[in-house]
């Protein structure tokens, strides 16, 4: 089973400048979960760029400004951010260097919301889901909850979730930057012993 395969390859080491115990890199089997660098501005820009990608989250711009992906490598570089955002990296496995982004935002209570987002051209390939897998199995900021919210009319996305075991809590609305109105949405949580 995966989730057994990467529970017992979760491993602690320090990005340059940060202390050993800040940043998990996170092992799954087709690629790491990695702090984002400044190297990978580029690919996150054009990922995140796309309309597609942008369109499926809260907080993306579309078009994406001048600077955001530095802006958002900078934050996710701050110390106080260092268990919060991860790059999905499938260069040791002859895929991409940049897959996609997974994020933990803290929240009160020893709770915490996830977010991800894949590149267009690995839609359907499974790798939200191990990613999503990853970071349950890991549960890097010690939650008792972890929440993920998915619009409506991402029903893939609602597959990832449940097929990591969250549970569906209920209907709301969030507002999305991309499209510029509130979007219709289901909520998920995963709860830990």
């Not at 989250?57 to 530095?70: D, F, K, N, V």
């Not at 979730?161 to 209920?170: E, M, P, Q, R």
């Amino acid at each position: 089973m995966v989730m057994d395969n990467v529970l017992n390859h979760v491993t602690s080491t320090a990005p340059q400048g940060l202390a050993a115990d800040t940043q998990l890199i996170i092992q799954a089997e087709r690629f790491v979960l990695r702090p984002p660098r400044r190297s990978d501005a580029g690919l996150l820009a054009m990922y995140a760029g796309d309309k597609r990608v942008a369109q499926s989250t809260r907080s993306i711009p579309h078009p994406l400004p001048p600077g955001a992906t530095e802006a958002f490598i900078a934050r996710s570089l701050d110390h106080g951010n260092a268990k919060e955002a991860w790059v999905l990296d499938g260069s040791a496995q002859g895929l991409s260097e940049v897959l996609g982004v997974i994020s933990l935002k803290p929240l009160d209570r020893n709770q915490s919301e996830v977010g991800y987002w894949v590149a267009p051209m690995f839609w359907n390939t499974g790798l939200a889901s191990e990613a999503l897998q990853a970071i349950v199995a890991a549960n890097p900021q010690k939650c008792k909850t972890i929440f993920a919210e998915v619009f409506q009319d991402n029903a893939a996305s609602a597959r990832v979730v449940t097929n990591a075991g969250f549970t569906y809590l209920g209907d709301a609305e969030a507002f999305c930057v991309a499209r510029g109105a509130k979007v219709p949405t289901w909520t998920y949580l995963r709860k830990f012993d």
